[in-house]
Every structure is written in structure tokens, then in C-alpha cells.
């Protein structure tokens, strides 16, 4: 099946927040506001995976000059500053019926390139520990454990360098 990758526009804050709410447990997940913020506010910085027409997966991100990536306020893009040189990402997100089709490669591989072509030095994110090794594909460095408690769990800090 072909896959597109668009940049997220308001009329996708359901599908995106659907994604959210089914791909992350609990409090891991960000509100339907929190989502329609990020879209509304750096579009730029949101995309989106579709297969026939239905959004499956998601990548969003904010932009920073200094990264604090335990700092919750940030995923509301409160510290958010579009001209920052680092990439935050706070959702990297697949419909678990999607999952494992290569979807979510195809979406951080797209991001990569997006912000590379925006000029921005570095994608930083968390991830659990599982996820390690699938971040390191793609060129992230683990930088060891996040001081973050977001959704009451253990995090790692991670990041990529851009040229």
C-alpha cells in the first residue's frame, strides 16, 4: 500500500489525537488540546502518515535554542520558539493496526529529512528503553536516563545531530 507523509493540518486533530489515545497508555498520551495546540501552533514541526485517505501514524515536535527534555510545559509548546535550532519530539505515534508495517520508520525518516531541509542541529526526544535500539537506526544517540516522569515512567534521553 502506498503511504503518504503530509504535514498535519486542523482538519486532522481527530485522526491525530485518535492516534495518540490508542498508541500511548494513560497519561502517556496527550490531550485532543494538547494535540490541536501543536497542530495549530507549529504546523511545521507535525506530520502525518496516510494510507488510503486514513491517517495511521504521527511525528510532532516543537522547536527550542535550549532543551530541557523533563519540562512538561513544553509539550503544551509553552518554551517553544519556531526560530530554535533543536527539534523536540513528543510523539512519535502508530495505530496498533499499522504497527510493525514500516510505517513508523517511513515517518522519522521524513522528519529527518523535514527538519534537515529547515536548517534545524539536532532532533532530541525521551524514549522508554525498548525503543533504544529502534532510535539508534536511525542515527540517535542515547544520552542515558531522562530526570522525566512523563505518564509516571522511566525515560531516556536521545538524540541526533544534523549537519
Not at 5 to 22: K, V, W
Not at 30 to 51: D, W
Not at 119 to 133: R, T
Not at 143 to 149: A, I, K, Q, V
Request: proline share 4%; charged share 20%; glycine share 8%.
Amino acid at each position: 500500500m502506498s503511504l503518504n507523509i503530509r504535514q498535519a493540518t486542523p482538519l486532522d486533530i481527530g485522526a491525530c489525537f485518535h492516534i495518540e489515545s490508542n498508541a500511548y497508555a494513560g497519561d502517556e498520551a496527550a490531550s485532543r488540546e494538547k494535540i490541536a495546540t501543536r497542530i495549530n501552533t507549529y504546523p511545521e514541526g507535525f506530520l502525518i502518515a496516510e494510507q488510503q485517505e486514513q491517517v495511521v501514524g504521527i511525528i510532532n515536535a516543537g522547536a527550542a535554542f535550549n532543551v530541557e527534555l523533563s519540562d512538561e510545559d513544553f509539550k503544551s509548546l509553552i518554551g517553544h520558539d519556531p526560530a530554535g535550532p533543536n527539534m523536540v519530539v513528543m510523539s512519535v505515534a502508530v495505530l496498533p493496526e499499522f504497527q510493525h508495517q514500516g510505517i513508523g520508520v517511513a515517518l522519522v525518516k521524513a522528519f529527518i529529512a523535514h527538519v534537515t531541509a529547515m536548517h534545524k542541529k539536532a532532533i532530541y526526544l525521551i524514549c522508554q528503553e525498548a525503543l533504544i535500539g529502534w532510535y539508534q537506526q536511525f542515527g540517535f544517540e542515547d544520552l542515558g536516563p531522562s530526570d522525566s516522569t512523563h505518564g509516571g515512567l522511566a525515560w531516556h534521553e536521545m538524540v541526533l545531530k544534523l549537519d
